[in-house]
């Protein structure tokens, strides 16, 4: 280790709404919360483009802009951001232990685990270039923006049946891109999918590319049965193929589900192990919205102060 340990009291890993709240809400309590952004700093909302859902803006708001907002009030009451990303930790020491870096050891009497999760992608080069401009990994937050119009979803378990329907209220009309000749969405999910009218199951399917220039205008899908290739009309494309918790580092310490999402005692953020919260995605494979992360962002820092208090530590 190349430098010496840091003790603190409230330490607060990851930097999406969920941390930056549980920061918020630490600081403003007194706890001095020292905040490390991870890899994505301002998280998964820095990869979407407008905001239209999150109540107090009623006009919407840019992702990216809105994190910028929700770092400058954690700083407003002295929450101490940096860089960094942890590595790895020690749950069997008190404080706990977590190295940043591999190189910077900080001992906390509390922890809040706000790492989130991460959307998978398909991989494709098109697909990368075009997030935010067309592409998307959430119906339900960018779905709005396609009103009207011709979409693709490519996915066959649940998250993409949800979202196929719900985009289908909104939408003229949904093909969704099916790798195998079936779904692996629950019976009566695929009963839904299948008994709407304007969504067009392409089984087989695999996307080949995204059209576009600026913004997505098609959707080049190769059947691998029939070996044909055609070319979807399309004005948004949603990959729903499953998300990644962000808990790896954890493993072994915390229980997770069969996933890797970290599991907390209901009707509270506590893990099982003492002083350590979890909020936001990486604990919630169910809402994973901005909203719903910054309220167990915030019920994490209340937990964490009500924890201090009982023990007895200022
Ligand atoms: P899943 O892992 O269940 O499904 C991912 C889907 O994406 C699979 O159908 C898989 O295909 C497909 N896929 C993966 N990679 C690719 C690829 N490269 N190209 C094309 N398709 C690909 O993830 P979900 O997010 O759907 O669900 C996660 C968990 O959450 C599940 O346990 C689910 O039941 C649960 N959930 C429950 C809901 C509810 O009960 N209302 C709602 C949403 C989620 P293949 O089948 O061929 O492997």
Redesign the pocket.
């Known amino acids: 280790m190349s430098q010496e340990p840091e003790k603190v009291k409230c330490l607060i890993i990851g930097s999406g709404p969920a941390g930056y709240t549980a920061a918020i809400y630490a600081a403003r309590a007194d706890l001095k919360p020292v905040l490390y952004q991870g890899l994505q700093p301002g998280g998964q909302l820095t990869i979407t483009t407008e905001v239209e859902n999150y109540p107090g803006y009623p006009k919407g708001t840019m992702g990216p802009q809105m994190m910028e907002d929700f770092k400058a009030q954690a700083e407003r009451f002295g929450t101490d951001i940096r860089f960094g990303y942890a590595t790895s930790v020690d749950f069997s020491t008190q404080p706990r232990t977590v190295i940043f870096d591999e190189t910077h050891t900080v001992l906390a009497d509390t922890v809040i685990i706000a790492t989130g999760a991460s959307a ?1 992608w ?1 991989g494709l080069e098109s697909e990368q270039r075009l997030n935010g401009f067309g592409v998307s990994a959430c119906a339900v937050c960018d779905g709005f923006f396609f009103k009207n119009q011709v979409v693709a979803i ?7 049946a ?1 979202e196929a329907t719900y985009l289908a209220k909104l939408c003229k009309k949904v093909f969704m891109i099916v ?2 000749d079936e ?2 969405a ?1 019976k009566a999910m695929q009963h839904r999918v299948l008994n709407t009218a304007n969504i067009e199951v392409l089984f087989n399917s695999e996307t080949k590319e995204i059209l576009g220039g600026k913004t997505v205008d098609g959707v080049k899908v190769f059947n691998n049965k029939t070996k044909e290739e055609r070319t979807l009309e399309v004005g948004g494309f949603f990959v ?4 990644d918790p962000n808990s790896k580092i954890f493993n072994g310490w915390l229980d997770m589900d069969e996933v890797g999402y970290i599991k907390t005692v209901p009707g509270s953020t506590r893990t099982n192990v003492e002083g350590v919260f979890a909020a936001g995605d990486v604990a919630d ?1 169910v809402y994973r919205q901005a909203v719903t992360a910054a309220g167990t962002g915030c019920m994490a820092a209340i937990d964490a102060e009500r924890y201090l208090a009982a023990k007895g530590i200022h």
Not at 240 to 243: E, L, P, R
């Open positions: 998978k398909l490519v996915g066959a378990g649940d998250t993409a949800e790798r195998r779904m692996r629950s729903a193929i499953g998300h494979h």
